[in-house]
């Protein structure tokens, strides 16, 4: 497993991240993230799923499997990160697809003891402009402690929505004022687009540094 490292080795708390469907590990915004992260003390491990991967030697371009389908490769993640860092907490998630890929997989290596929390930046609710087309059956019932930070006008579930679904006691949310899918809000609104991402390391790093696992 080839994992892209930021913030300090010895950092109690070591949160995986995967990408989203359409941009790598090492975008800007997950590169931004990742540096914010650092900065409160937890440490990341970024991966890419094959698909992307294939992607950086000349592969042709493909859209995602299905989410569900890229379970197995966030389970191979999760072993090697528990096997690199072993006295680290580990937590996992990701920017949209990689981490509704992360919720998928998170029950089950929260009850293993692999993992002890769950962070999704821009949750993909449902595909933009079809609110019919939930992916929150498993939200339902979760039980691993999450964190999602979303945009409060992001196309793939705006607050207003989201907030009148029947999710999990697990589940805290923090929304980025007036942010789309990537957390940025338009301007002239009161918010920016680095004091979005400010505040939302701030809450992610909230969870992690007080979860144990």
């Known amino acids: 497993m080839n994992f892209l490292l930021a913030g300090p080795e010895d950092a109690p708390v070591r949160l995986l991240l995967a990408h989203g469907a359409g941009a790598p590990m090492d975008s800007p915004?997950?590169?931004l993230m990742a540096d914010l992260l650092a900065r409160r003390g937890?440490?990341?491990a970024r991966f890419e799923f094959a698909y992307m991967a294939a992607r950086r030697s000349g592969g042709k371009k493909r859209p995602p499997p299905r989410g569900d389908l890229l379970q197995p490769e966030?389970?191979?993640a999760i072993a090697a990160a528990r096997e690199a860092w072993p006295s680290a907490r580990v937590a996992i998630g990701g920017k949209s697809l990689g981490g509704r890929v992360a919720s998928l997989v998170a029950d089950r290596a929260y009850a293993r003891g692999d993992v002890g929390a769950l962070v999704c930046l821009g949750y993909p609710f449902h595909p933009p402009g079809k609110p019919g087309e939930l992916r929150?059956?498993?939200?339902?019932?979760?039980?691993c402690p999450a964190l999602i930070v979303q945009g409060e006008r992001d196309p793939f579930g705006m607050r207003a929505?989201?907030?009148?679904?029947?999710?999990?006691s697990a589940i805290a949310f923090h929304w980025a004022g007036d942010g789309d899918h990537d957390l940025g809000p338009r301007g002239g609104q009161g918010f920016t687009r680095r004091g979005n991402l400010e505040a939302a390391a701030d809450a992610v790093a909230a969870l992690l540094l007080k979860t144990e696992t």
């Not at 929150?136 to 039980?143: P, Q, S, V």
């Not at 929505?161 to 999990?168: G, H, M, P, W, Y």
């Open 136 to 143: 929150t059956a498993h939200l339902i019932e979760l039980r």
């Open 42 to 44: 937890v440490a990341t």
């Open 29 to 31: 915004f997950m590169s």
């Open 74 to 76: 966030y389970d191979a």
């Open 161 to 168: 929505e989201v907030e009148a679904l029947s999710l999990s």
